[in-house]
C-alpha cells in the first residue's frame, strides 16, 4: 500500500471515529439531561394514585404546594387556588388522601369560563349564590345556568402567602366584588391555617382516643374587613362566608349531620336543590340526617340555622375513615345568605349547613365523583372598617372499627353499626 493509500485510509478512519464520537456524546448529555430532570421534577409514579404521596409530587409538578406537617400528619395548601386546602393525611405520604382533586383539569393548564372545579377538600367562597344579592349572576341576566359563573376573586385569582412553616400557612387578597344588584362590596380576605395536634383535637372536640389511632386535623380562621367607604346592609344585599369540602367517595360513605329536634323552623332538611333527594338516599332519624355520600347521583341538602348544630361527618365503611367538620354555629342569629336561583322573597333565610353528592349529569357527564360538606358564617353585617372572623376544623380518624365506634358515639351518640345500617 502506498503513502497516499494509507493517509486516505487514516482519514476515513479519522471521520468514522469522530462520528461516533460525536453521536455518543450527544446521547451521554440526553442521559445527563433526563435524569438532572427526572431530580427536579417528581416522579409520577413514586406513589399509587389515592395516596397523599401521590397528589402532592402531582401538585408539586404543575402548582406551588405548601405543605404543613407534624409527625404523620399532612395538609397541603394551594397559594394559586385561594389558600385552599387540597388535601391531608393521617398516614404519611403513603396514606389515603382524603380530597377530592381534579387532575386532568389541573394538568390540562386549561381556565373555563363559569368555574374552574380543581378540587380541594375545603375551599374559600363567598354566598350568596343565587337571589337579587348573588355574586355569581349579574344584573341584566336571569338564573339559567349558562347565566352563572363564579367570581375570580374565588375562582382563578392566587391569594398572597403571608408567611408559612410547617404548622401554618397565612394567605391574604383584597377583593373589590359586585353583587347582582350593583352593590360594590370591598374588603380585605385574611385566611389562615393551623395544624393541630392531637391534644388541640380532643379539646376542640371534647374526646378521648388512644394515640396509635391515626389523625389529622387543622383549623382554618377566614377573616374579612370592609374596607369600602359603606357600611353593609340588608337593603343593598350582605356577603357570608361559605367553606366547602370536597372528598373521595367510596360505595359506603354515609353522611352524618346531627340537627336541633325541639326547635320551631319551616322545614328540618332543605331536599330539592337539585331535584328532590329520594327517601332511599336520605334518611331522618332520632336527631340525625343521614345521606348518601357515594358519588353516583347528584343531590344537595340544607339545614337551617334554627337547626344546625355545631358538628358534622361522614363515614367510609370501606377504608375505615371518620371524617368530622366542626364549625360556628352562633346562638340566636337566624340571618343566613339565601343561594336559591331565583329573586327571593326571603334572601336572609338561608341554609347553615349544606351537604352534596356528585352524580352523572342528564349528558351522562360528570365532574367528579366526590361529596361534599359545606358550612356557611351567618350574614355579615360590617360596618366601614369592621372585621368578621368565621372558624371550621376539619379532623380524620383512621383506624379499627372498634376505635372509630368509640369517636362516632362520643362525637354524634350513634353507633357505627347503626350508621352503616341506614342504608
Known sequence: ???????????????????????????????????????????????????????????????????????????????????????????????????????????????????????????????????????????????DFADWETPA??????????????????????????????????????????????????????????????????????????TGTTDWKKETGLLSVWLLGMYNPSDEVTIIIPFKKDVESDYIVKDDYFGKVPIDRLVVKDGILYFKGDGKQRGKIGIPPQRAMAVIGSYDAINKVLTVVKCEIPESITDYVNSAWEIQEYPFNGDAINSYNDGPLEDGSQMGPFYELETSSHALSLKVGEKYTYKQSTFHFEGTEEQLNSLCQQIFDVSLNEVKAIF
Open 1 to 143: 500500500m502506498n503513502k497516499k493509500s494509507k493517509l486516505t485510509r487514516f482519514g476515513i478512519f479519522n471521520i468514522e471515529f469522530w462520528k461516533f464520537f460525536g453521536i455518543w456524546c450527544l446521547l451521554f448529555g440526553i442521559l445527563i439531561s433526563c435524569n438532572i430532570k427526572s431530580k427536579n421534577q417528581p416522579a409520577m409514579n413514586s406513589f399509587k394514585k389515592g395516596s397523599y404521596g401521590y397528589d402532592l409530587q402531582f401538585l408539586k409538578k404543575y402548582k406551588n404546594p405548601v405543605e404543613l406537617k407534624s409527625g404523620n400528619a399532612r395538609v397541603l395548601l394551594s397559594p394559586e387556588y385561594q389558600g385552599r386546602v387540597m388535601t391531608s393525611s393521617a398516614a404519611g405520604e403513603k396514606g389515603l388522601s382524603y380530597g377530592w382533586i381534579n387532575h386532568d383539569l389541573i394538568a390540562s393548564g386549561e381556565v373555563l369560563k363559569q368555574i374552574n372545579p380543581v378540587g380541594g377538600e375545603e375551599r374559600f367562597w363567598l354566598g350568596p349564590e343565587g337571589g337579587q344579592f348573588s355574586v355569581f349572576f349579574k344584573d341584566g341576566k336571569g338564573f
Open 153 to 226: 376573586c374565588i375562582d382563578t385569582e392566587a391569594f398572597e402567602l403571608l408567611s408559612s412553616n410547617d404548622k401554618s400557612a397565612e394567605f391574604a387578597k383584597s377583593i373589590q366584588i359586585k353583587n347582582f344588584s350593583n352593590f360594590e362590596f370591598s374588603f380585605d380576605v385574611n385566611r389562615k391555617i393551623i395544624l393541630l395536634e392531637n391534644e388541640e383535637i380532643k379539646n376542640q372536640l371534647n374526646v378521648v382516643f388512644q394515640d396509635d389511632i391515626k389523625t389529622v386535623g387543622y383549623e382554618t380562621s377566614n377573616r374579612l374587613k370592609n
